[in-house]
């Protein structure tokens, strides 16, 4: 049986805001010398010690680009103010931080006839590293919702692909930008590959419309919420769980 290999101490090496609401910071250090390679789009745990408990508060993140002596983590700037978010905007270079993980990379599949990846801005270094990851003759789409149109960022994405922006103030609260520009897309021929990862109930819109309205199948769709409105990770993961259990029943 595969054990999880214990968590990584990383160093912050910098930190730079990419868009007025998207911050990265570039981690390294010893623990790079044995991280596994080529882990964009892979997810990781950051560490948060809590007061009067001896686990820690886990918060989960995508690599967004790797070298071979750092990563690349993307930070929404959320106004909520949890833990991740507030150490994001805190942490200097020199600081650590506790990682677990890799866990699994979720690509999209290449070899379908189109693809199209679906996402907010949550799910935008995951979305980033799929196109970058993507062979140059690919065919397909990519949505993305941003909170403002100054958090548009140029993409390396192949040239078949074409890539549309969402400008959503209100995620979460609002799944109608989202679900509608995705409805409103006209369909190639063909079977796609579909990948879609945001809030958690415009997951639940998407994923019905994809299903129902479109036909996709469950083999040729990724599908997952990254953040539910309102809830922190723990709520949200349990949410997840009933959701998932009541979707593989039904």
């Not at 991280?35 to 967004?64: G, N």
């Not at 070899?111 to 397909?140: C, F, H, Y």
């Not at 969402?166 to 609260?173: E, H, K, L, M, Q």
């Amino acid at each position: 049986m595969n054990r999880r290999p214990p968590p990584r101490t990383f160093t912050v090496l910098d930190k730079a805001e990419i868009t007025p609401n998207m911050l990265r910071v570039t981690l390294g250090g010893a623990a790079m010398a044995d991280f596994p390679a080529d882990q964009e789009s892979a997810y990781v745990k950051l560490r948060f010690a809590q007061a009067h408990s001896d686990r820690p508060l886990l918060r989960t993140y995508t690599i967004r680009s790797q070298r071979e002596d750092s990563v690349d983590i993307d930070f929404v700037r959320h106004g909520d103010g949890g833990p991740a978010a507030r150490w994001a905007e805190d942490v200097q270079p020199g600081e650590t931080i506790d990682i677990g993980g890799p866990g699994p990379k979720k690509l999209v599949d290449p070899a379908a006839d189109w693809v199209l990846l679906i996402g907010d801005m949550t799910a935008l270094p995951a979305i980033s590293a799929n196109l970058e990851k993507l062979p140059r003759d690919t065919q397909g789409h990519a949505i993305i919702e941003v909170l403002h149109e100054h958090d548009i960022q140029q993409l390396d994405a192949p040239d078949g692909v074409a890539i549309q922006w969402v400008i959503n103030p209100r995620p979460g609260a609002d799944s109608a930008p989202l679900y509608d520009a995705v409805a409103a897309l006209h369909w190639p021929a063909g079977e796609p590959s579909v990948w879609c990862a945001c809030e958690f109930a415009t997951m639940r819109r998407l994923r019905e419309h994809l299903r129902s309205d479109r036909g996709v199948p469950r083999d040729a769709l990724y599908i997952s919420s990254y953040w539910q409105n309102g809830s922190n990770e723990e709520a949200h993961k349990a949410h997840k769980r009933a959701d998932s259990e009541a979707d593989q029943a039904g």
